[in-house]
């Protein structure tokens, strides 16, 4: 018997108790709306981040690029973020607390104080702002990038010029940006410092409509390659009245969180918004010249955005089970072994077989250079449930037969069956049931 009804209480509790997430500063109060990611949480990101790069290089030129957090106040002036880039705020005129006004219903009472005094809805800019150097004034001004794409827009010209890459292509880039949200909600949905993994694809317009369709065809497909359920992943069109300040057209791939459908990336049609506004704003030509035509044309760009954080609270959630095995409950994440944070585990049967279990433990992670973890602590049944809750898809243990037979018991995670199979046949026996690479 089996059950999927997780709730996000569920997942945080796991994510505290198996290091994947911590409160950042927890010690201090924490701060809200900022995590940190213990030892199993970054081996998931890192599967994240090498699943998304393998998947965008299918489509055709790609070149990596990793720029600058900080950004002077041209960049966004440019880009219209700091006139554009802002969420209504309200406040309630009694007990001082701030909401999102699309957030509540300003007909009905403070849930935090009861009272109903609100007041006007005003634009709370997202941006972080800081200033550079010691000297105040507005010269120093910065900001703290709510977004990754501006810093590959605002280096187009150098990329192109620096590298052999002709329209179409596209720049990849995965790093931090920062939104001051005015509440942050829902563990790692909405933050305030997270990582984003952007594509943006340089194309001539008359191509751009169609590279756009081909892009949301691979991007839908990319959450079947990682083990998502294709039944709570959909895509939805933005209407016209929806469409960010930039975008002709764009799709979100949205997935059922605990908490309702929620936007997991967005494909847009930036047509090239950006690069003429840089071009113009710095009044250094972007533009690229076209063999064919003997003219200048500047590019159109379409883009495709996910947040790792958000990507990653998905992969937990449509993971997550509780059964019963052996009539004792468990709870297991079932998540494909392409995103399992440790491929094996090796488990001695008791401390007499730790010396031979620890060396074909050893053996493995050289020869496969796979994640994978030594645990002799604590009965089997408990270190099988503790790799259940962590993901692991196989769990090897030697025990008082093995020095004889030169076997060990492989145990799948979710079946739970076990089978005996020979000591020189592991490294095969994972390469197959992980379908790793050779």
């Known amino acids: 018997m089996s059950s999927t009804a997780v709730t996000l209480d569920k997942l945080v509790a796991l994510c505290k108790r198996r290091g994947f997430v911590y409160q950042s500063a927890e010690i201090y109060g924490g701060l809200n709306g900022v995590y940190d990611f213990g030892p199993l949480g970054v081996l998931l990101k890192e599967n994240i981040r ?7 290089n299918k489509f055709g030129e790609i070149v990596l690029f990793d720029g600058a957090i900080l950004g002077p106040e041209e960049v966004w002036q440019a880009s219209g973020h700091i006139s554009n880039f802002s969420d209504p705020m309200v406040d309630c005129m009694q007990c001082k607390h701030r909401y999102r006004a699309d957030d509540i219903d300003l007909n009905k009472a403070c849930p935090h104080c009861g009272n109903k005094q609100w007041t006007e809805v005003r634009q709370f800019n997202l941006m972080f702002k800081t200033q550079l150097g010691a000297a105040s004034g507005a010269s120093s001004d910065a900001y703290l990038r709510p977004e990754t794409a501006q810093s590959i827009f605002i280096n187009f010209k150098n990329i192109i010029s620096t590298n052999r890459v002709k329209i179409p292509f596209g720049v990849a880039q995965i790093g931090k940006a920062f939104r001051n949200e005015i509440t942050p909600k829902q563990f790692l949905f909405r933050v305030r410092e997270f990582e984003q993994m952007e594509i943006e694809w340089f194309c001539k317009d008359a191509e751009s409509l169609k590279a756009f369709e081909d892009w949301c065809t691979l991007r839908r497909s990319y959450y079947d390659t990682i083990g998502l359920s294709a039944d709570k992943i959909r895509m939805r069109q933005h209407a016209k009245d929806e469409l960010s300040h930039y975008s002709r057209q764009t799709t979100d ?8 459908w929620k936007e997991l990336e967005g494909i847009a049609h930036r047509g090239n918004y950006d690069l003429t506004q840089h071009s113009k704003s710095s009044g250094k030509d972007l533009g690229v010249f076209d063999e064919e035509t003997k003219s200048t044309y500047m590019p159109t760009v379409v883009e495709c955005s996910v947040g790792i954080g958000r990507l990653f609270l998905a992969l937990l959630a449509d993971a997550y089970c509780e059964d019963v095995v052996e009539n004792e409950p468990r709870t297991v994440l079932k998540l494909n072994p392409l995103m399992a944070p440790i491929k094996a585990a090796f488990l001695p049967l008791t401390k007499k077989q730790q010396e031979p ?13 796979i994640t994978a973890q030594f645990d002799e602590s604590g009965s089997i049944g408990k270190r099988y449930r503790r790799q259940d809750e962590i993901g692991t898809p196989l769990c090897f243990t030697y025990d008082y037969d093995s020095e004889n037979d030169h076997c060990v018991t492989v145990r799948n995670r979710d079946t739970t069956q076990q089978e005996r199979i020979n000591i020189d046949a592991v490294a095969e026996y994972i390469r197959k049931a992980l379908r790793l690479r050779t």
């Open 50 to 56: 090498s699943t998304w790069l393998d998947s965008v």
């Open 253 to 260: 791939v949205e997935y059922e969180f605990p908490f309702g």
């Open 357 to 369: 279990m620890e060396k074909l433990y050893r053996d493995i992670k050289k020869t496969l250079g």
